[in-house]
Antibody, heavy 123, light 106 residues
Framework: QLQLQESGPGLVKPSETLSLTCNVSGASIINTLFYWGWIRQPPGKGLEWIGTIYYSGNTFYNPSLQSRVTVAVDTSRNQFSLKLTSVTAADTAMYYC???????????????WGQGTLVTVSS | SYEVTQPPSVSVSPGQTASISCSGD??????TCWYQHKPGQSPVLVIYQDTKRPSGIPERFSGSNSGNTATLTISGTQTMDEADYYC?????????FGGGTKLTVL
């Protein structure tokens, strides 16, 4: 059974770097139909896509965050990670990792999500 | 950048049909997904590739996409369907979420 688990500090100081890891169990991160993504939800607001990575390392980022975001994959540990630099209070949010499953003919959806981890940016 | 727009709220009586719209330029030319998100839980994919239901999603959930509008339809709405619903589309490899629609069942 596929499980995704986010981990990382729950409190980050302004101007510092937010770092999270998503551990994947129950499925290999190396699969031609899977993409791995980060999505966040600030308190009281909607979902915001941050970025997506393929096992080969190919990445796609939200243009509004691209200058501050790095998503990386570690296939040996079956996990992927998120780094967000120069954080402000506006980056306070529940952060989710998720798997997108495509079909051989078209893009799919994020069909498995982690439980989410709340990250607060505050001094 | 590409944007999709949802109504902030929709209300429906139990047993009736709820329709939630998602609008964007030529949205019908893109694949859309829909997610159900309940408080304290992780989002759940209910529709992908415009019309397909993942395993385990009840048949009362259906989707369509044509022109500039995608629609999530819930037939015979149940109280357990009360949640926030988000549409999602792709634009040039990037993921775009709508602002979400709060579905109230009363």
């Amino acid at each position: 059974q596929l499980q995704l688990q986010e981990s990382g500090p729950g409190l980050v100081k302004p101007s510092e770097t937010l770092s999270l890891t998503c551990n994947v169990s129950g499925a290999s991160i190396i699969n031609t139909l899977f993409y791995w993504g980060w999505i966040r939800q600030p308190p009281g607001k909607g979902l915001e896509w941050i970025g997506t990575i393929y096992y080969s390392g190919n990445t796609f980022y939200n243009p509004s965050l691209q200058s501050r975001v790095t998503v990386a994959v570690d296939t040996s540990r079956n996990q992927f990670s998120l780094k967000l630099t120069s954080v402000t209070a506006a980056d306070t949010a529940m952060y989710y990792c998720a798997r997108r499953t495509d079909t051989t003919t078209a893009l799919g959806g994020f069909d498995h999500w982690g439980q989410g981890t709340l990250v607060t940016v505050s001094s | 950048s590409y944007e999709v727009t949802q109504p902030p709220s929709v209300s429906v009586s139990p047993g009736q049909t709820a329709s939630i719209s998602c609008s964007g330029d030529d949205l019908g030319d893109k694949y859309t997904c829909w997610y159900q998100h309940k408080p304290g839980q992780s989002p759940v994919l209910v529709i992908y590739q415009d019309t397909k239901r993942p395993s385990g999603i009840p048949e009362r959930f259906s989707g369509s996409n044509s022109g500039n509008t995608a629609t999530l339809t819930i037939s015979g709405t149940q109280t357990m369907d009360e949640a926030d619903y988000y549409c999602q589309a792709w634009d040039s490899g990037t993921v775009v979420f709508g602002g979400g629609t709060k579905l109230t069942v009363l």
